[in-house]
C-alpha cells in the first residue's frame, strides 16, 4: 500500500515541475497573429539566441506580458516594437537598424571577408625564391650539379 501511495504521490508530483503557460484571451485574430509574430521576431535579452516567444526565462515572460498588454490597450505592432527597443535597445530586434552604432555588425561581415581576401592576395604575391644571396646561391647550384654528375 506505501508503495501505491509513493507511486501516486511520484507521478502526481511531475505536474509541479511543469512551465507555466502563457494563456492570453484576444480581441480578434488578428490581434492573437500580431502578438505571435512580435513575440517570435523579439530577441530574449537572456538567452540572447531565442525569441520571447521560445524563452523560458523569466525577463521572456515579463516581455510577452508586455506585448500583450500593449496590444491591448490599442497600440499597433510597430508601437510595441519601437516600445521594446525604446526600453531593451536595439538589440532586442533581430534585425538591428543602420545606424552608426549598429553599422560593424553590418559592416563587419563583409570587411572581414575583404581583408582575408587582401591577406591571401599578399601572401600569394611573397616571393618564392630562396632568400640566399648571390654568393650562396651559386654555391648552391655548384653542389646541386655535382651530385647529378656521378
Same mark, same amino acid.
Request: glycine residues 4%; charged residues 15%.
Given at each position: 500500500m506505501k508503495r501505491v501511495l509513493l507511486l501516486a504521490a511520484l507521478i502526481?508530483?511531475?505536474? /509541479?515541475?511543469?512551465?507555466?503557460?502563457?494563456?492570453?484571451?484576444?480581441?480578434?485574430?488578428?490581434?492573437?497573429?500580431?502578438?505571435?509574430?512580435?513575440t517570435e521576431s523579439l530577441r530574449c535579452p537572456k538567452c540572447q539566441n531565442n525569441s520571447i516567444a521560445d524563452s523560458n526565462a523569466m525577463i521572456a515572460a515579463d516581455m510577452r506580458l508586455k506585448v500583450y498588454q500593449l496590444l491591448q490597450s490599442g497600440q499597433t505592432p510597430e508601437q510595441v516594437k519601437a516600445w521594446m527597443v525604446a526600453r531593451y535597445g536595439n538589440f532586442v530586434?533581430?534585425?538591428?537598424?543602420?545606424?552608426?552604432?549598429?553599422?560593424?555588425?553590418?559592416?563587419?561581415? /563583409?570587411?572581414?571577408? /575583404?581583408?582575408?581576401?587582401?591577406?591571401? /592576395?599578399?601572401?600569394?604575391?611573397k616571393r618564392t625564391g630562396s632568400g640566399l644571396d648571390a654568393e650562396q646561391q651559386a654555391r648552391l647550384d655548384a653542389l646541386l650539379n655535382n651530385r647529378k654528375q656521378p
Open positions: 502526481f508530483s511531475f505536474g /509541479v515541475l511543469a512551465d507555466n503557460i502563457d494563456t492570453y484571451r484576444f480581441s480578434s485574430v488578428t490581434q492573437e497573429q500580431q502578438y505571435r509574430h512580435l530586434t533581430y534585425e538591428p537598424p543602420v545606424m552608426a552604432s549598429t553599422l560593424i555588425l553590418w559592416a563587419g561581415p /563583409v570587411l572581414f571577408v /575583404v581583408a582575408g581576401a587582401v591577406v591571401m /592576395v599578399l601572401r600569394s604575391r
